[in-house]
Structure formats: structure tokens, C-alpha cells
């Protein structure tokens, strides 16, 4: 059964794979292996990278109870802790060395935001409140400094001064505000709410929903916008199919753990809509498109696009079990990433993109700031957990 081999993959793949990144010298793990799976011990450390991985395996330690996987996200926090926050302006770092000192000292919302979510999942996972507290220490900063009337902003310097957003910017754009950060905020004050239930984190996930529809969300298009000015006018027309189905999946989870009523009945039909969409748009019969720029689909096969629609069409599944394409879709997209995305060499992982007949067409590494357990991790997790209910 398809459930079991997901469960397989991370438990004799991903796992493993992830614990044998760790850097027992300098702490943390390692920022970079390459295509040819070369090793660089002297790489960036990038602290979205080592956020993923303290969510990953406190959350792996939490559904398995493995001490192995407490002490590997026991590893990560350690060194968040010691070198990632800036004890002295705030926040949270870009990047570090290898050996924890400064390197890239931009403040991004997106980044505070992966701390609150490794954060407060770690917490969760050890009830230790010391990583409660940074993480409100961090929702502070977001709260404070990182957002206004409006929505959330996106870069900052080492003193929180405006910065270019060219990390959460691309397709020739850069954006005031994005879909992505807006997205992963709410994604982590969902975590936080679920581990610890303050009223204004609700209040804020509240508040963050109507931005979704009142400002992300595309009726017309049936679609979020991805890129967006200061007042939310949208700056390329860009479809973006992962997102769009990740969204859909984490608004559930985040009504989930809101449980109100009101904002069940309000985000519905607009979670269904970006389901029926990407499915009807994107979905090639075995995997889904990158995404859509101006009409034109971009048909590679992104890994954790991949992943974030397996667990997006089975949650939609599991809401109209009728739906049997969805189901469907989930054990095709499931069958194309055993045989096409999880590379098969010996102390690898899964590849980032291949082409539309399945090639490896670019040199991306294998770990890089950027690549982690987060989405394929997540969509395992997701997955046997969903299974286990």
C-alpha cells in the first residue's frame, strides 16, 4: 500500500538521511551537498534551512517517540539559540557561517517566521518553555517591527531599516509583499496557537485569513496572486501551483486549530476553489506543473511541489471522500516521485527538479539553504499521521 512506502521513505530514507547531515563539530547541520553529493563542512548555514530541520525532527520525535530524533532537534535548537538570534537588535539571522558567526545579517519576516514554527513545534515536543518564550520573543518582532496596518512587509537590515526583497522576489519582480510570507507566518502562528491557544495569535490568524481573501485571493482567476505592491495590486501575472495547493491545505489545518465557525463558512469555498483549480490546471494525469507565467506553464517537476500536493489533494479527499480524483491523484503523484524524484544513489535525498519526460535537467544541489525536510518530511508526516486516525 502506497501509505506504507511513504512511511518507509521516511523512516529508512529521509530520517537517516537528515541525521547524517548533522555537524557534531561545529553544531547544527550541514548547509551543502552538492549534485555529485560532495560534502562542503564549510558552507552557509542558512537559518530557514536549520529551522526546517528543528521542525522536522521535533515533529518526527512527537509521532514516533524515538530519542534519536528528540536529540537531533535538541542539536538544532542549540545552535539556533547560541548563533542565529541577534541577541542585541533581534530577530533572527539570514545566514551564518559554518561555525555560527554572522554572515548574511537580513532580517525576513519569512525567516522569523520558520523560528516560530520550528519554535513552538519544539516546545511541543519537550515542554521546554525557554523555546516558548523566544518564540513569542520573535512574534514581538514580527508583530512590531515587520508589519504595519496593511499586512506583513518582507526585508529588513540588522537594525530592522527597509531592505530589498530580492530572497522572496523572482520572475523579474521584486514585491513589497508576497503570498509566500503572508502564507508562513500564518503557518507558524498556527503552530504556536495549536501548542499554546493565546488569544491574540488567534486574533492575529484571524486577521491574516481576511488578508487571504480579501487581498491574496483572485476570484475571477480562482487563484492567489503571488507578487504585490504595497497596496496589494498584484505585479506579474504568475499562477503558482504549489503554493496555491500548500495554501489550501494549511488554511484547513490552521481553521483546524482555530475551530471558528464563522472563518470555516468564510475561507471554504475558497480553499475548494484552489483545489478544483490546481487540479483542473496544473495536474498532468501523474504529476503536477511548477507553475503558470503569463499563460505559459512552466511543466518542471519540482520536489516540493510534489510533496505539497500529495498532502493538498488528500486533505481535499478526505473533506469529499466522493472525489475520487483526488485520491487518485495522490497515488499517481506518489508513484512519480518513487521512480523519478527520490534519487536513488547511496547518501542522497530526494532531487530538486526534472523535466517533463523525468530528466534531471540542472545541477541544483542536494542540501542547499533552500532544500530540507520541510516539504517532503512534512508530506510523510502528514501522511501517516492522516493514516493512523
Known amino acids: 500500500m502506497w501509505v506504507n512506502e511513504v512511511e518507509q521513505e521516511l523512516k529508512e530514507h529521509i530520517i537517516p538521511f537528515w541525521i547524517g547531515m548533522q555537524d557534531k563539530e561545529f553544531g547544527g547541520f550541514y548547509g551543502m551537498l552538492d549534485i555529485d553529493l560532495n560534502l562542503d563542512k564549510k558552507a552557509t548555514k542558512g537559518c530557514i534551512l536549520n529551522s526546517r530541520i528543528l521542525w522536522f525532527f521535533?515533529?518526527?520525535?512527537?509521532?514516533?517517540?524515538?530519542?534519536?530524533?528528540?536529540?537531533?532537534?535538541?542539536?538544532?535548537?542549540?545552535?539556533?539559540?547560541?548563533?542565529?538570534?541577534?541577541?542585541?537588535?533581534?530577530?533572527?539571522?539570514?545566514?551564518?557561517?559554518?561555525?555560527?558567526?554572522?554572515?548574511?545579517?537580513?532580517?525576513?519576516?519569512?525567516?522569523?517566521?520558520?523560528?516560530v514554527y520550528a519554535l513552538s513545534s519544539y516546545y511541543d515536543a519537550t515542554k521546554d518553555k525557554e523555546a516558548l518564550k523566544l518564540a513569542y520573543q520573535l512574534v514581538d518582532v514580527i508583530e512590531n517591527k515587520c508589519s504595519d496596518e496593511g499586512g506583513y512587509l518582507e526585508a529588513f537590515d540588522i537594525n530592522f531599516k527597509p531592505a530589498g526583497n530580492d530572497k522572496l522576489s523572482e520572475n523579474g519582480v521584486e514585491a513589497g509583499r508576497t503570498m509566500n510570507t503572508l502564507l508562513h507566518v500564518f503557518e507558524a502562528y498556527t503552530e504556536l496557537y495549536r501548542v499554546d491557544g493565546k488569544k491574540e495569535i488567534g486574533d492575529r490568524l484571524r486577521w491574516m485569513l481576511d488578508i487571504f481573501v480579501g487581498k491574496m485571493y483572485n476570484p475571477k482567476l480562482r487563484r492567489q496572486e503571488?507578487?504585490?505592491?504595497?497596496?496589494?495590486?498584484?505585479?506579474?501575472?504568475?499562477?503558482?501551483?504549489?503554493?496555491?495547493?500548500?495554501?489550501?491545505?494549511?488554511?484547513?489545518?490552521?481553521?483546524?486549530?482555530?475551530?471558528?465557525?464563522?472563518?470555516?463558512?468564510?475561507?471554504?469555498?475558497?480553499?475548494?476553489?484552489?483545489?478544483?483549480?490546481?487540479?483542473?490546471?496544473?495536474?498532468?494525469?501523474?504529476?503536477l506543473y511548477n507553475e503558470c507565467e503569463n499563460g505559459v506553464n512552466d511543466t518542471k517537476?519540482?520536489?516540493?511541489?510534489?510533496?505539497?500536493?500529495?498532502?493538498?489533494?488528500?486533505?481535499?479527499?478526505?473533506?469529499?471522500?466522493?472525489?475520487?480524483?483526488?485520491?487518485?491523484?495522490?497515488?499517481?503523484?506518489?508513484a512519480y516521485v518513487k521512480e523519478y524524484i527520490i534519487d536513488k544513489?547511496?547518501?542522497?535525498?530526494?532531487?530538486?527538479?526534472?523535466?517533463?519526460?523525468?530528466?534531471?535537467?540542472?545541477?541544483?544541489?542536494?542540501?542547499?539553504?533552500?532544500?530540507?525536510?520541510?516539504?517532503?518530511?512534512?508530506?510523510?508526516?502528514?501522511?501517516?499521521?492522516?493514516?493512523?486516525?
Open 226 to 287: 503571488v507578487f504585490f505592491d504595497m497596496d496589494y495590486n498584484t505585479l506579474i501575472d504568475l499562477h503558482s501551483y504549489g503554493h496555491d495547493i500548500e495554501t489550501a491545505w494549511l488554511l484547513d489545518r490552521g481553521l483546524e486549530v482555530l475551530a471558528d465557525k464563522e472563518y470555516d463558512k468564510k475561507l471554504a469555498p475558497v480553499i475548494s476553489t484552489l483545489e478544483e483549480n490546481v487540479y483542473n490546471l496544473a495536474f498532468d494525469g501523474n504529476a
Open 345 to 389: 544513489r547511496p547518501g542522497s535525498e530526494w532531487l530538486s527538479e526534472v523535466d517533463e519526460a523525468g530528466v534531471p535537467f540542472t545541477r541544483k544541489p542536494i542540501v542547499e539553504p533552500w532544500k530540507c525536510p520541510y516539504h517532503n518530511g512534512r508530506m510523510c508526516l502528514e501522511v501517516v499521521k492522516r493514516a493512523k486516525k
Open 301 to 334: 517537476r519540482i520536489w516540493w511541489v510534489q510533496a505539497e500536493a500529495i498532502v493538498g489533494f488528500l486533505n481535499a479527499y478526505t473533506k469529499n471522500p466522493e472525489k475520487k480524483e483526488y485520491i487518485q491523484a495522490v497515488e499517481k503523484i506518489w
Open 58 to 115: 521535533a515533529n518526527a520525535y512527537l509521532m514516533y517517540k524515538d530519542e534519536t530524533y528528540l536529540n537531533m532537534a535538541k542539536h538544532a535548537y542549540d545552535f539556533l539559540k547560541k548563533y542565529m538570534f541577534d541577541d542585541e537588535n533581534g530577530g533572527i539571522y539570514w545566514a551564518v557561517t559554518y561555525d555560527g558567526k554572522p554572515l548574511d545579517t537580513t532580517k525576513h519576516t519569512y525567516n522569523q517566521a520558520f523560528a
